[in-house]
């Protein structure tokens, strides 16, 4: 059985800082890209960042410079540090895992979510 869970989300004040956290569970997790996406009341969920079984990392322009997602292969953790935080950050988080083969997705698992909530 495949679990994701995420930690960390919260009420923080504008410009402040959070960090994410989603620990898996029934995957090889050295094999998946894992990723972060978001969803804002009333809008689409969109992808915030993500991070290869490589290492390498992809984020969207709107958190380049602020947030950075790295991953734990002995804790099957990946982590998102959030800094600088604005309103229009303000979502459920939800932590994915990613395997794909020539862009053909083979296996795809998301957490429930966290909210993360940024006030002025």
């Known amino acids: 059985q495949v679990q994701l869970v995420e930690s960390g989300g919260g009420l923080v004040q504008l410009g402040g800082s959070l960090r994410l956290s989603c620990t898996a569970s029934?995957?090889?997790?050295?094999?998946?890209?894992m990723g972060w996406y978001r969803q804002a009341p009333g809008k689409q969920r969109e992808l915030v960042a993500t991070?290869?079984?490589?290492?390498?990392?992809n984020y969207v322009d709107s958190v380049k410079g602020r947030f950075t997602i790295s991953r734990d292969s002995s804790k099957n953790t990946v982590y998102l540090q959030m800094n600088s935080l604005k309103s229009e950050d303000t979502a459920v988080y939800y932590c994915?895992?990613?395997?794909?083969?020539?862009?053909?997705?083979?296996?795809?698992?998301w957490g429930q979510g966290t909210q993360v909530t940024v006030s002025s």
């Open positions: 029934g995957i090889r997790f050295s094999s998946y890209t």
């Open positions: 991070i290869s079984s490589d290492g390498a990392t």
């Open positions: 994915n895992a990613n395997m794909a083969y020539r862009k053909i997705v083979i296996s795809d698992y």
